[in-house]
């Protein structure tokens, strides 16, 4: 799973609705994203931290929060989901200081009616 | 915006011959990376080159880089049905995060 543990693997939401993407990584990497996947789109980042304590936005921010709660967890948050948020979420992470490879973890479906 | 573009978007060849895809990007990098992503899956790293490497090597992958026009190419040699992916570039431009093109829909047929 490239150490990296994505919850939950699949949601339905109703517009409006908040939650929470919860992203675990057991590697000890400084660096933690978070891209959302469509179709005909490629990856976009939404959020990046490049280490404990700091986030930056990334492309497509809006109607996003981020929390990076310790040096493990980085979540994602949609306040008041749309229809427009209907995607996969990869949560990644990546240590500069010894590679550059990134890890993705396996997605989160997301169904925003 | 996304710095990689992916060419052909898809591709579709039969067993046992060679895959190219191409990747070309805008701006100045450090290195440049290639993904693979197997549907329903997250990516996974397959090989990375750097921007003072002209080819590298890995298995069956071959990868190019041309920084005078800013493209880099992949290709798989004897390509196999369980190469059946999406492929993805990536650059890596320094103290940012890598940027995504949008994948290169690759079907090998049996």
């Known amino acids: 799973n490239a150490g990296v543990t994505q919850t939950p693997k699949f949601q339905v939401l109703k517009t409006g609705q908040s939650m929470t993407l919860q992203c675990a990584q057991d590697m000890n990497h400084n660096s933690m994203y978070w891209y959302r996947q469509d179709p005909g789109m490629g990856l976009r980042l939404i959020y990046y931290?490049?280490?404990?304590?700091?986030?930056d936005k990334g492309e497509v921010p809006n109607g996003y929060n981020v929390s990076r709660l310790n040096k493990r967890e980085f979540s994602l948050r949609l306040e008041s989901a749309a229809p427009s948020q209907t995607s996969v979420y990869f949560c990644?992470?990546?240590?500069?200081?010894?590679?550059?490879?990134?890890?993705f973890g396996e997605g989160s479906w997301l169904t925003v009616v | 915006s996304q710095q990689g573009e992916e060419d052909p978007q898809a591709l579709s060849i039969q067993e046992g011959e060679n895959a190219t895809m191409n990747c070309s990007y805008k701006t100045s990098i450090n290195n440049l990376q290639w993904y693979r992503q197997n549907s329903g899956r997250g990516l996974v790293h397959l090989i990375l080159?750097?921007?003072?490497?002209r080819e590298k090597h890995s298995g069956r992958l071959r990868v190019t880089l041309d920084t005078s026009k800013k493209s880099s190419s992949l290709l798989i040699t004897a390509s196999r049905a369980a190469d059946t992916a999406s492929y993805f570039c990536?650059?890596?431009?320094?103290?940012?995060?890598?940027?995504f093109g949008k994948g290169t829909r690759l079907s090998v047929i049996a």
């Open positions: 931290s490049a280490s404990e304590g700091t986030t």
């Open positions: 990536a650059t890596d431009s320094g103290n940012t995060p890598l940027v």
């Open positions: 990644a992470h990546r240590d500069r200081g010894s590679g550059n490879t990134i890890y």
């Open positions: 080159i750097r921007s003072n490497e």
